[in-house]
């Protein structure tokens, strides 16, 4: 299947228009007309080389939302004209512990990413959804539920997920007591998933700027990081913190504000942080961890969650011929709260 998408070439130059082959379709593959791909920070750092393993030409893009336009004949759930979702995972073994317990993105013997990862078979890189078309095995092809306005599905895809599940894993529910750290596109879908599972929700933040876009997004309260009488009022408040902050930072701050018990759970720094000392997790039975994505059973949980709820991120719009400018904008955290690439702006490739 000949297609076209934007790829990264170099580190150092700006994504442009390439185009490819999508893989012919076996026996248990969905093909999809890609309508809409979310933006995440994962795609900038990615095409920039910033984590020292992309393979070039890259094509980014996880959070994929599609309708379906061939399926192969072993397919049994999905037809031709389905809303279809793609997220971080295009592939697993579907044999060791973690998949069989639902938890492919920790495959044993190594997930296969939507993008910039060897095909488990041909050992080809993936492309990712920065494309107009994509194959994927049926059984990482989700459902998206009627209910929810597609073109503001897609960052559910990372950004939902990412946050969705440490709030799973740790029981988060009414009662609960949830505190976020930034309030970019994982700390706004973090907000907005933990209150709807009626958690009470406090941000956290270095000034009070964010404090109306805090409470309309749903939280109960803003706490400025920076106040030391309001951090010192805080202590062993939460039962749970989910740390978005994307770049090294000190979380020593933070600790004594947990529960004992709590947990602070990193989702957004891949790399080093500041040094944490261990006198606040020792005296009160405190942890620090760390947390992926989900598996597909939960992806599909949150995104029928969502349905239920009727919880999207806001989103802005863009042209695929944007996506510089986008990831310019991101890095400057301009962007309320996650870019969206329309791609009906990406025009089809030339049949020559």
Same mark, same amino acid.
């Not at 992926?292 to 863009?318: H, S």
């Given at each position: #299947?000949?297609?076209?998408?934007?790829?990264?070439?170099?580190?150092?130059? !700006?994504?442009?228009?390439?185009?490819?082959?999508?893989?012919?379709? +076996?026996?248990?593959?969905?093909? $999809?007309?890609?309508?809409? =791909?979310?933006?995440?920070?994962?795609?900038?750092?990615?095409?920039?080389?910033?984590?020292?393993?992309?393979?070039?030409?890259?094509?980014?893009?996880?959070?994929?939302?599609? &309708?379906?336009?061939?399926?192969?004949?072993?397919?049994?759930?999905?037809?031709?004209?389905?809303?279809?979702?793609?997220? =971080?995972?295009?592939?697993?073994?579907?044999? =060791?512990?973690?998949?069989?317990?639902?938890?492919?993105?920790?495959?044993?013997?190594?997930?296969?990413?939507?993008?910039?990862?060897?095909?488990?078979?041909?050992?080809?890189?993936?492309?990712?959804?920065?494309?107009?078309?994509?194959?994927? +095995?049926?059984?990482?092809?989700? &459902?998206?539920?009627?209910?929810?306005?597609?073109?503001?599905?897609?960052?559910?895809?990372?950004?939902? @997920?990412?946050?969705?599940?440490?709030?799973?894993?740790?029981?988060?529910?009414?009662?609960?007591?949830?505190?976020?750290?930034?309030?970019?596109?994982?700390?706004? #879908?973090?907000?907005?998933?933990?209150?709807?599972?009626?958690?009470?929700?406090?941000?956290?933040?270095?000034?009070?700027?964010?404090?109306?876009?805090?409470?309309?997004?749903?939280?109960? +309260?803003?706490?400025?990081?920076?106040?030391?009488?309001?951090?010192?009022?805080?202590?062993?408040?939460?039962?749970?913190? @989910?740390?978005?902050?994307?770049?090294?930072?000190?979380?020593? !701050?933070?600790?004594?504000?947990?529960?004992?018990?709590?947990?602070?759970?990193?989702?957004?720094?891949?790399?080093?942080?500041?040094?944490?000392?261990?006198?606040?997790?020792?005296?009160?039975?405190?942890?620090?961890?760390?947390?992926?994505?989900?598996?597909?059973?939960?992806?599909?949980? $949150?995104?029928?969650?969502?349905?239920?709820?009727?919880?999207?991120?806001?989103?802005?719009?863009?042209?695929?011929?944007?996506?510089?400018?986008?990831?310019?904008?991101?890095?400057?955290?301009?962007? &309320?709260?996650?870019?969206?690439?329309?791609?009906?702006?990406?025009?089809?490739?030339?049949?020559?």
């Amino acid at each position: #299947m000949k297609t076209i998408g934007y790829a990264a070439l170099s580190p150092s130059t !700006p994504l442009a228009p390439f185009t490819f082959e999508r893989r012919a379709l +076996r026996a248990n593959d969905v093909a $999809m007309e890609i309508l809409y =791909c979310g933006v995440c920070h994962s795609d900038l750092h990615t095409a920039r080389n910033d984590w020292g393993w992309t393979q070039y030409p890259a094509v980014p893009g996880h959070e994929i939302v599609g &309708r379906v336009t061939h399926v192969g004949p072993d397919v049994t759930r999905f037809r031709v004209g389905d809303a279809v979702a793609v997220g =971080c995972l295009v592939d697993s073994c579907q044999e =060791c512990d973690h998949c069989h317990q639902g938890e492919e993105q920790f495959c044993t013997n190594g997930r296969t990413d939507t993008y910039n990862a060897p095909d488990r078979i041909t050992g080809e890189n993936t492309y990712g959804g920065y494309a107009k078309h994509l194959v994927v +095995r049926e059984e990482f092809v989700l &459902r998206v539920p009627d209910t929810l306005t597609l073109a503001h599905v897609a960052p559910l895809l990372c950004a939902g @997920i990412t946050t969705y599940s440490p709030l799973r894993t740790w029981n988060v529910g009414p009662g609960s007591r949830v505190g976020v750290i930034g309030l970019g596109g994982l700390g706004h #879908m973090a907000v907005k998933l933990a209150a709807g599972l009626g958690a009470d929700v406090t941000v956290m933040s270095r000034t009070n700027s964010k404090e109306a876009d805090a409470l309309s997004l749903g939280a109960d +309260r803003l706490l400025v990081s920076s106040d030391s009488a309001a951090m010192a009022a805080a202590q062993s408040h939460f039962d749970l913190i @989910i740390d978005t902050v994307p770049v090294k930072h000190d979380v020593n !701050p933070y600790m004594s504000l947990l529960k004992v018990d709590g947990t602070l759970v990193l989702v957004g720094q891949v790399g080093p942080l500041a040094e944490p000392t261990t006198v606040p997790l020792i005296l009160g039975r405190r942890r620090i961890a760390g947390s992926l994505i989900g598996g597909i059973r939960e992806t599909q949980e $949150m995104l029928d969650f969502c349905a239920k709820k009727q919880i999207l991120p806001d989103c802005e719009m863009i042209r695929m011929d944007q996506i510089n400018e986008a990831f310019e904008r991101m890095e400057h955290a301009d962007v &309320r709260y996650r870019f969206v690439i329309d791609m009906a702006s990406l025009p089809a490739p030339s049949a020559q």
